[in-house]
């Protein structure tokens, strides 16, 4: 198809979603249990991302380069990759896919989509749409398969010579394994992986904002984001004041239950195994001195439903601050010195997204530029949109996703030298 047919289908696809919101978040909800208002929120930011490549598609522009010799022109084009394969997780079940897709598609290539083994339906979901639209059969691809087939159908996408990317968010474990499997036929890659976000807040802060910005930050999925924050640190004037004030935050916003419930703001974790690694590090902390400021138990609504917990007096050395929990969980370190809190958010081998918080205008510019993260929220506790490259540095990954760089991770440039003019 031209530019302008696929852009037109793609337009098509995104005004499907909005006439559908409501039940796409259903979905969401009962696969993955997210407050059923995250789920309309994730729906509305998954089809802005058709949408935007619906608009990117007819900007894929190429170059004419003035040449050294006479007789010759230097032409630049931007081809599709080919197959791409799109390897999703189960928190977004839908944005993860349109983000993804959205790009390839716009971009001239074909998908195959391996959703997460938790969340399929919302893949399917999307493809019923895309058939509605006019995404012509072949293009958009599902691949469902259980957890037990989930490395098999992996290797498989990572290995085949016929797919020409992969694309995959996921943790960075996994994304290790894709990578091995993708240099065999030295496949393009774009891979969006763990986080360890840093959330600093300064003596200069207001502290109020930063409270605001910590509960959206950390609780949001019950703290099952990929740039939830993971490690709170804050300076040693205001740090009993922020403490307190989250603690009130907490037991006064954030309310855990079904995520059906209009008043839920915290549902389920994904599973057991989910609940027992937040245990685990609560447990590691408490033994190493660490203090429960308010919550730190599973709630008695069921087994995979957790009490958002905060914890202070912690240390670098106990385990919440060095992997991380994917679930709700706050652990406070108190710093002194800017020097130090760059070091200890710098000391991860990870750098997705990192927050802080300061109403100084040159600690601004120093702390925004030395924080070693792919995307920096300056008193501000969410960073996503469409409009924004996301993507990490160090092992969260390579590429950018969103924005108009999206869619060069689905081309190709080819030089062509004309000659004998």
């Known amino acids: 198809l031209s530019s302008q047919e696929r852009s037109l289908r793609l337009r098509r696809w995104y005004e499907l979603m909005l006439e559908n919101k409501d039940e796409l978040a259903r979905i969401i909800t009962a696969e993955n249990g997210k407050p059923l208002k995250e789920a309309q929120g994730e729906i509305l930011y998954s089809a802005s991302f058709l949408e935007w490549f619906a608009e990117e598609a007819r900007r894929v522009y190429g170059d004419v380069i003035p040449a050294a010799a006479k007789d010759r022109r230097i032409l630049v084009l ?36 391996k959703p997460a083994e938790d969340t399929p339906l919302s893949a399917l979901a999307l493809g019923e749409l895309a058939n509605q639209a006019g995404i012509p ?152 001195g660490a203090s429960v400021v308010t919550g730190g138990k599973r709630h008695s609504l069921g087994k995979n439903f957790f009490e958002p917990t ?29 020097a130090e809190a760059i070091a200890i ?12 918080y300061s109403q100084d205008p040159a600690q601004i510019w120093r702390v925004a530029e030395q924080l070693e993260v792919g995307m920096v929220g300056v008193n501000e506790g969410i960073v996503s949109s469409v409009e924004s490259p996301f993507g990490g540095v160090k092992q969260s990954g390579l590429g950018r996703e969103g924005s108009k760089y999206g869619i060069d991770e689905y081309l190709e440039i080819k030089y062509v030298c004309f000659g004998g003019l």
């Open 310 to 338: 905060l914890l202070s007096n912690v240390t670098t050395k106990m385990l919440c601050t060095q992997e991380e929990t994917f679930g709700p969980l706050a652990p406070v370190i108190k710093f002194e010195t800017e």
């Open 78 to 113: 931007k081809q599709p990759v080919g197959v791409a394969a799109i390897i999703t997780p189960w928190n977004f079940p839908s944005a993860m896919i349109t983000r993804k897709v959205g790009a390839a598609l716009a971009a001239g290539c074909t998908v195959v989509v």
């Open 137 to 288: 059969a072949g293009v958009y691809n599902v691949v469902p398969c259980s957890r037990e087939q989930t490395p098999a159908v992996g290797e498989v996408l990572c290995t085949d010579p016929l797919v020409a990317k992969i694309s995959f968010t996921g943790s960075t474990a996994t994304g290790k394994i894709l990578l091995k499997h993708a240099a065999g036929t030295v496949k393009r890659v774009s891979m969006e992986l763990g986080g360890h976000a840093p959330f600093i807040v300064f003596d200069s802060a207001n502290v109020d904002r930063a409270v605001a910005g910590a509960l959206a930050s950390k609780y949001r999925n019950s703290g099952q984001t990929c740039v939830c924050t993971n490690r709170f640190l804050v300076q040693k004037g205001i740090h009993d004041k922020f403490v307190e004030k989250f603690a009130k935050a907490i037991e006064r916003e954030l309310h855990v239950g079904s995520g059906f419930d209009e008043k839920t703001t915290q549902g389920p974790l994904i599973n057991e195994k989910a609940v027992e690694k937040v245990e685990r590090h609560i447990k590691d902390a408490v033994s190493q």
């Open 345 to 356: 958010a710098n000391a991860a081998n990870v750098g997705l997204a990192g927050y802080f």
